[in-house]
């Protein structure tokens, strides 16, 4: 049986493993916006590639609550 000291450990070391997730896919649906802003072909391939990225991001954050 693991300690509660190990156990809080092993907490820590994962809300700091998410947390440092989160902060990455910031960084990336701001580029997606970016990007949404500065192409303007408006082309649906581009749009489709854009909408799977921030939806793969929003999904990922959701799994990380």
């Not at 000291?5 to 092993?10: G, H, Q, R, V």
């Not at 580029?31 to 921030?54: C, K, M, W």
Request: charged share 30%.
């Amino acid at each position: 049986m693991e300690e509660p000291l190990e156990n809080a450990d092993k907490r820590d070391e994962i809300n700091i493993l998410k947390h440092d997730i989160k902060n990455q896919l910031s960084g990336i649906q701001l580029a997606v916006e970016q990007l949404r802003y500065e192409l303007s072909d408006n082309s649906v391939d581009g749009a489709f590639y854009l909408d799977t990225i921030a939806s793969s991001c929003t999904i990922i954050n959701t799994l990380l609550k």
